[in-house]
């Protein structure tokens, strides 16, 4: 049995999210209409495993209701599928799935975070470097 379940993240940036995807070995794929899961949702944007098959499984994203980014949404039971696993893996999800709770997927909100905080401070004009330090994300801005 599928149960749809939210990531605790708004994305309004696709740029900083393709660039995110890009970092954990997973790509964005615009404008697809559907995502894989125990079975299929729908949404405006795709996170899959690079280069994977139609079984793998994915993350939605969705727009918003109010209209200010993309909501995203994914198998709240995907952990449990062989094919997901390198998903999985990659946002780092944890152990286990809570049932109806808010995915956390930190990897994936630390990175994007990350991403689009070195687009602003770039914009700025500082140097921004990523890197990652222990189990957390280092931003280091130098002008």
């Not at 749809?4 to 615009?30: F, H, P, Y």
């Not at 039971?77 to 094919?83: L, R, S, Y």
């Amino acid at each position: 049995m599928s149960h749809i379940t939210d990531i605790n993240l708004i994305v309004k940036d696709l740029d900083a999210m393709s660039a995110t995807a890009k970092r954990l070995g997973l790509e964005l794929i615009r404008d697809r209409k559907t995502f894989v899961g125990y079975s299929t949702g729908r949404c405006d944007h795709v996170l899959r495993v690079a280069g994977s098959d139609s079984s793998t499984y994915e993350i939605g994203l969705v727009k918003r209701s109010d209209g200010k980014g993309y909501s995203l949404k994914w198998d709240g039971h995907m952990g449990q599928h062989a094919p997901a696993l390198p998903l999985y893996n990659a946002v780092g999800y944890g152990e286990k799935v809570a049932f109806n709770k808010a995915a956390s997927c930190s990897k994936l909100l630390d990175w994007y975070a990350a991403e689009v905080t070195k687009k602003t401070m770039s914009r700025q004009g500082f140097r921004v470097t990523l890197a990652q330090q222990d189990r957390k994300v280092q931003v280091v801005c130098s002008k």
